[in-house]
């Protein structure tokens, strides 16, 4: 493993098999569906291993699938969204999503015996909903990892991700950004993404 057990907490998984004996069980809500399969996808990454660009291609599907990129990224850039172009938009959704692709092929690298319990229990906020999980790793404390889902296109997907059910992904990011987009505009902020996807996320 390349990342610390905090940060690649979010995204690993183990969940329980539950044994149904009745029709009318409650099927499992297809939130918990999107997260079980990004944590599939990831063991897949690091069970397969190989090259950064390798891992990178069998993971970008599953990100296309799971993750609201589009979202994810206006959020993070945040009120200066509404002033940029389509075109830095578009650019900035695409650089985004080649940065995440990259931040995960990086630090997804191997396989150590890890594994994600995914909570039943899916909360409502709203018109999202929230997924807890709890990464245990060997001869490490377990982590807590929570996931804020939207509804799109009639799927759910991730719209952020909280480290230790507080830290905020998008939070973080959008502070990051705000600095760039003060100093470089929106072009800026796609070389920069670009930058970070070029080491790696």
Do not use: C
Request: charged residues 20%.
């Amino acid at each position: 493993m390349h990342l610390s057990t905090s940060l690649r907490a979010a995204l690993l998984l183990a969940s329980p098999i539950v044994m149904v004996a009745s029709a009318h069980a409650q099927a499992v809500d297809p939130a918990r569906t999107t997260v079980e399969t990004l944590n599939e996808g990831l063991v897949s990454i690091m069970k397969a291993g190989g090259s950064p660009q390798r891992r990178g291609a069998m993971i970008a599907p599953v990100l296309d699938r799971t993750f609201d990129l589009a979202m994810m990224t206006r959020l993070s850039v945040g009120p200066s969204w509404t002033t940029m172009t389509p075109a830095d938009q578009t650019g900035l959704v695409a650089a985004f999503r080649r940065m995440t692709i990259a931040q995960y092929a990086r630090n997804f690298d191997h396989f150590g015996g890890e594994r994600f319990n995914v909570d039943p229990q899916v909360q409502e906020r709203g018109g999202d909903k929230l997924v807890r999980t709890t990464l245990v790793a060997p001869r490490e404390q377990p982590v807590a990892i929570s996931y804020r889902l939207r509804q799109s296109g009639g799927s759910w997907k991730i719209v952020d991700v909280f480290y230790k059910n507080a830290i905020s992904q998008i939070a973080t990011r959008r502070s990051d950004f705000a600095s760039v987009l003060q100093r470089q505009g929106a072009r800026g902020l796609i070389s920069h993404l670009d930058s970070l996807a070029a080491k790696g996320g």
